[in-house]
T-cell receptor, first 109, second 112 residues
Framework: QKEVEQDPGPLSVPEGAIVSLNCTYSNSAFQYFMWYRQYSRKGPELLMY????GNKEDGRFTAQVDKSSKYISLFIRDSQPSDSATYLC?????????FGTGTSLTVIP | SQTIHQWPATLVQPVGSPLSLECTVE??????LYWYRQAAGRGLQLLFYSVGIGQISSEVPQNLSASRPQDRQFILSSKKLLLSDSGFYLC???????????FGDGTRLSIL
């Protein structure tokens, strides 16, 4: 069983839609949860960083962690064409980072 | 603020040639440093990480090696490249092991 599972997509939505991106993980020891955004031919860029269960909001982005079901989500409100990118989840414990394979998102104007 | 530089952005090398990719971090001291390879549909594969000068941990046995000659410099090398070494190589840093990692813009390596 993989440490992190992420639907690769691709996901295509119209501008203004609410986007939901999800990951599941298997290791209950994960304590920190990150979301990265990666544009084509660029390195991943840290988008959200949360600790333990709960929600964290930053502008149009909301990260949600449910440790009881080992499920992490990223919601994007009022999606924009500039949100078109690949999104990677990354749970972490101690020194160990595990990156999802990424979900490709296209927001159509 | 901290910045990470990685070069070159693109590299085309013949099979059997040597390799040297360099990564430097500015604006912080004693960072953890990482080398990853990213293949399409396969996510990020951790190759090496370093918690200090001269301290290198290898995650995957392969044709590559890493060195950290200075606090904020991390080098990925190979003596003889294989076709299978093609890929997108990313350098990253973090302040400690459980802090978020910050990535450079990567080197796209093609082996001919």
């Amino acid at each position: 069983q993989k440490e992190v599972e992420q639907d690769p997509g691709p996901l295509s939505v119209p501008e203004g839609a609410i986007v939901s991106l999800n990951c599941t993980y298997s290791n209950s020891a994960f304590q920190y949860f990150m979301w990265y955004r990666q544009y084509s031919r660029k390195g991943p860029e840290l988008l959200m960083y949360t600790y333990s269960s709960g929600n964290k909001e930053d502008g149009r982005f909301t990260a949600q962690v449910d440790k009881s079901s080992k499920y992490i989500s990223l919601f994007i409100r009022d999606s924009q064409p500039s949100d078109s990118a690949t999104y990677l989840c990354a749970p972490c414990t101690g020194n160990q980072f595990y990156f999802g394979t990424g979900t490709s998102l296209t927001v159509i104007p | 603020s901290q910045t990470i530089h990685q070069w070159p952005a693109t590299l085309v090398q013949p099979v059997g040639s040597p390799l040297s990719l360099e990564c430097t971090v500015e604006g912080t001291s004693n960072p953890n440093l990482y080398w990853y390879r990213q293949a399409a549909g396969r996510g990020l594969q951790l190759l090496f990480y370093s918690v200090g000068i001269g301290q290198i941990s290898s995650e995957v046995p392969q044709n590559l090696s890493a060195s950290r000659p200075q606090d904020r410099q991390f080098i990925l090398s190979s003596k003889k490249l294989l076709l299978s070494d093609s890929g997108f190589y990313l350098c990253a840093w973090s302040q400690t092991g459980d802090q978020p990692q910050h990535f450079g813009d990567g080197t796209r390596l093609s082996i001919l």
